[in-house]
């Protein structure tokens, strides 16, 4: 398999897609997490939140995903990412096998100006391209991610993470009424808060009530960042080695991928 393989679901197995088939039509849904020597955090978590958006577009989608998790390799690190995507009347499913990319502790924010971009709000996927251009737009401002705020001002969630910050010793997530993806990394690092009996908030804030906090970003990818920047926001903060104690804990949390069997297509 090449670092950069496409496959296809042909209903009973993966085959490579044609060159520009797996980038036609929308995307309806889609998931992604990080392989490292074939182990990955609350893989069970990205399943349930695929299928349940997944299962009621196709018939086949949780064979589709026992195939994906037999084809993913068990050595080096990975960011495979799964699609259903719409052309016409067809509904197809891909896998994208992808080489993890570099990962980084801190990140800089940019809050976003203008109306809400995302489509379909609690799935991932219908806004991947829009949200990825703000991204890009951002990276021209010096950040790297931008906060996607409600129509009062309230923090949601950034184009690429789940945000959380702190309150002293009091972790704080958006009010559950605010529209956003329901992020795997979130829910984890919720597990262990609850595990570790640290006391948790949810909170409708505007970045300017964010101003000298210590504020995280959470995705599949880099797990836990810390905001160290925020582009003509709130003065971030951080507490010395609270960042490294949680990012160790969720290392913790990563299990060998389930073994599966592919059916030969």
């Known amino acids: 398999m090449s670092a950069h393989a496409i496959l296809r679901w042909t209903g009973t197995g993966l085959d490579a897609a044609l060159q520009g088939e797996a980038d ?7 998931d992604s997490w990080l392989v490292t020597h074939g182990a990955a955090l609350a893989i069970a978590l990205h399943r349930d ?3 349940a ?19 993913i390799p068990r050595t080096g690190e990975w960011f495979p990412r799964v699609e259903l995507r719409r052309t016409g009347r067809r509904v197809e499913a891909f896998l994208r096998v992808r080489p993890a990319p570099e990962r980084r502790l801190s ?4 809050t976003h100006e203008g109306e809400d971009p995302r489509d379909r709000p609690r799935i991932k996927g219908p806004s991947l391209a829009a949200l990825e251009t703000l991204r890009a737009q951002a990276r021209d ?3 790297d991610d931008v906060v996607i705020v409600d129509p009062l001002g309230h923090v949601a969630e950034t184009a690429s993470s789940a945000l959380a910050w702190w309150r002293g010793d009091i972790l704080c997530l958006p009010a559950q009424e605010l529209d956003r993806v329901d992020s795997v990394t979130a829910r984890a690092l919720l597990a262990l808060a609850t595990a570790t009996g640290t006391q948790l908030s949810w909170e409708t804030t505007t970045p300017e009530e964010l101003d000298g906090l210590e504020v995280w970003t959470l995705n599949a990818l880099h797990g836990v960042r810390i905001a160290t920047n925020w582009v003509d926001g709130p003065a971030t903060a951080e507490k010395p080695g609270r960042l490294g104690e949680w990012r160790a ?16 297509a």
């Open 24 to 30: 036609d039509g929308d995307i309806l849904v889609a």
């Open 49 to 51: 939140r695929f299928l």
């Open 53 to 71: 958006t997944a299962s009621e577009l196709v018939k086949d989608a949780e064979a589709f995903w026992d195939a994906v998790i037999a084809t």
């Open 107 to 110: 990140t800089t924010l940019l």
């Open 141 to 143: 401002r010096g950040a």
């Open 249 to 264: 804990r969720l290392e913790t949390l990563c299990r060998p991928l389930p073994q599966m069997t592919v059916t030969p």
